[in-house]
């Protein structure tokens, strides 16, 4: 009766502890230590806590790092600051009880990965490009001994960021491409300052126009990959700029789903993309967000993965992206899969890697 | 009562869920993905099923690894194949009940692992040194960019071996540091023709002998690595042998506990391991696990890594070594810690790297 009141308020009834533990897949495919995890979950007491008992854990991190930094151990540093940082990205995700508190984990979340980005292996170039009248950060890195590299723009989604992309990007490097990784509107640092527009794909335009101006990137050689609810955001990239020349829907998104189809944390993630105050409010706002019309303009080569038990991203949106791209597409599709794979991250993340290193 | 008569008939009374619940941090930190243990977990009944089950996993990653292959995807292949390689040393773990068996389970192991070989970045050179009459099988890898490189020899314990010591070495390559993984006697594939004798260390001698000739090795920096009761094979070598400039008792051993000490699953590692058919005989015969008048040998920098909580190595064995040293030591011991550090394998590792780096 009392969880149900609460739920009627529009109060969370998810526990932090049961965050943690549904989300174990996803925290661990993104580098949560996993002892950390079980830790973490066992210190959490209610939601007050969620922001306090993370960012302890970065602390503990980030001291070690101070220690290994001064020790002459580098690269034992810059893992040590990416992890802080990947903490810190916890202790604010999806925690939107005082969007102060936020920001302020969010700026010692960018503090951290800055410390870690010229230590990690491949070092990160903190860059800016202009939209409009802001400017906006992203993290760029170059492969190994390669003159003119393609590159992978990297798209979040739903609080998931240019941070959290770090395996991902270490893939990639891997293969001989590049990575340019940024926050759109709405999301991780430029939340703060812009809310997501019905225009997201205008950032990955001027994102490509300052990849253009890089000379150690081959401007010919531009894909992306969007994750989760950026599985929307790079297929309507993809269909306006044809300078993207490979795209991964790692999630697919068809079309966003009324707000009371949505569990409360990504309601309110989702209110607070949008920088919508109730929900008619933000079903108004998110009409936009359908590939209708827009997804049959693809033409680049089409990656969508998917799995069939996501709940956030019902499994029907993939198929109609894959039907709808004018390009040859690949469904990777796993019907016992969750939400982006994370259940297996172990292929699932290298295939997206490979995808764009043989497509560019 | 029934466990309690399985228990005195010396039957195993640990169930094979158990074993994975137990060992999770040890799974996860030598590279098994959490999900797949969780579901391998699940499926297993006796232990029967324990070979049967993780060789199911094993064959699923090399399936995956072949169709990378064909497709041009030589760094997914290769961490798919190391993964089968993984899951067959643990479809074989401490598993006594059919020795054949076990050796089939082996045989297939390192032919996985020598699938991956070529394609890990860095790959892996299978070369052979001589020991007595026998031919000793290592693995070794070079790092990037060095020219003659510092080495690490890579010991294992009781069934812990050269393939499982995978991500240590890519710390290690990371750092300049080349990687020379072998099983000594008792261990690995060598167990099959070479059980444990009381000079394992000689073995040791050998693999440098070997490393001296090889050109793009700096024969002045060898330092040696030793995991669990590799924790008092290598100091054991490095007592002996002056030749190697670095020493790391990853566990330290002192003096091995008579047999009734042990749980069931690694006294009959043990005995395997010294090829004792008795527990009277393997008492007999490990009274040469003793580092006293050896230790205090021991020149070259060292550090002793343990867990307060080790029940398998009580710490007590850590002090002992690390105040008998004659050499410059570094003690890394947690109070909170248990055997092998696995729950803290994101620092505790690369810490291991950082000092060979450092120390040669």
């Keep these: 009766m009392k969880e149900e009141q609460l739920k009627a308020d529009g109060a969370d009834s998810r526990t932090p502890k049961m965050v943690v533990s549904n989300g174990v897949d996803r ?28 960012s302890r854990f970065a602390d503990q991190a980030e001291a070690r790092g101070d220690v290994q930094l001064v020790e002459g151990h580098s690269l034992s540093a810059g893992d040590e600051f990416f992890r802080a940082a990947l903490y ?15 920001e302020q984990i969010s700026i010692r979340k960018h503090q951290s990965f800055e410390k870690a980005a010229p230590l990690l292996d491949r070092p990160v170039e903190t860059v800016f490009f202009p939209y409009k009248d802001y400017k906006f ?43 340019f990784a940024f926050d759109g509107p709405g999301q991780g640092e430029t939340a703060f ?18 990849l253009e101006k890089r000379p150690e990137i081959d401007a010919q050689r531009i894909g ?28 697919g998104m068809w079309r966003l789903e009324p707000m009371a189809s949505y569990d409360e944390a ?17 079903d108004e706002f998110y009409r936009f967000m359908d590939l209708e019309g827009h997804a049959q303009k693809i033409k680049c080569p089409t990656l969508v993965m998917h799995g069939g ?6 499994v029907r949106n993939a198929h109609q992206l894959a039907d709808a791209v004018s390009g040859p597409v690949t469904r990777m599709i796993w019907d016992d899969s969750g939400h982006c794979n994370h259940d297996r991250s172990h292929y699932a993340r290298p295939a997206i890697a490979d995808f764009i290193a043989r497509n560019l």
């Design 224 to 251: 992306i990959v969007g994750r989760s609810l950026g599985g929307y955001f790079a297929p309507k990239a993809a269909a306006v700029d044809d300078r993207l020349k490979a795209l991964v829907a790692w999630a």
């Design 193 to 210: 300052f812009l809310r997501l527009t019905p225009h997201f794909e205008e950032t990955v335009s001027a994102a490509i126009d300052y």
């Design 27 to 54: 925290f661990l495919a993104d580098g949560v230590h996993y002892r950390d995890l079980i830790t973490i979950g066992e210190q959490l007491t209610d939601w007050a806590s969620w922001p306090v008992v993370w």
């Design 266 to 282: 990504n309601r309110r993630g989702l209110m607070f993309l949008g920088d919508s105050h109730t929900v008619e409010e933000a």
């Design 137 to 179: 950060k992203a993290y760029l890195r170059l492969p190994r001994g390669v003159d003119k590299a393609p590159v992978a723009i990297l798209i979040g989604g739903l609080d998931t960021t240019k941070v959290d992309y770090r395996n991902v990007s270490d893939m990639l490097l891997a293969r001989g491409v590049a990575t």
């Design 88 to 102: 810190r990205h916890y202790a604010q995700y999806l925690y939107f009880d005082d969007v102060a508190v936020k």
């Design 309 to 314: 038990l996501d709940q956030a991203m019902p």
